[in-house]
Nanobody, 122 residues
Framework: QVQLVESGGGLVQPGGSLRLSCAAS????????MSWYRQAPGKERELVAV????????NYGADMKGRFTISRDNAKNTVYLQMNSLKPEDTAVYYC???????????????WGQGTQVTVSS
């Protein structure tokens, strides 16, 4: 029943912008920290951005800081990634991640979406 569905990926030119969305269902969204990761072919998966469950704190990978912004709307069970000043090296599959404590089972859950392709090319 748990689902994380990314959308908003596509082809953009260098210097352009793109806004990714991740729609969550099947768990208590407001209790989970949300993250974006990315992975390019032949490259290691890397952290893009993290936002805490209430949206009060964010962190970014070094290459993304100043260009990307993560946000969330707990009323809509959705996390966003605004990407500006895109570069060819930003080309990757972008994944949505949810991590938090399940208070019924007392275990930490870690959920992943299927990813959305972002291609930055002229």
């Amino acid at each position: 029943q748990v689902q994380l569905v990314e959308s908003g990926g596509g082809l953009v030119q260098p210097g352009g912008s793109l806004r990714l969305s991740c729609a969550a269902s099947g768990f208590i969204f407001s209790r989970y920290d949300m993250s974006w990761y990315r992975q390019a072919p032949g490259k290691e998966r890397e952290l893009v951005a993290v936002i805490t469950n209430g949206g009060g704190s964010t962190n970014y990978g070094a290459d993304m800081k100043g260009r990307f912004t993560i946000s969330r709307d707990n009323a809509k069970n959705t996390v966003y990634l605004q990407m500006n000043s895109l570069k060819p090296e930003d080309t990757a599959v972008y994944y949505c991640n949810a991590r938090g404590l399940d208070m019924w089972s007392a275990r930490v859950n870690d959920y992943w979406g299927q990813g959305t392709q972002v291609t930055v090319s002229s």
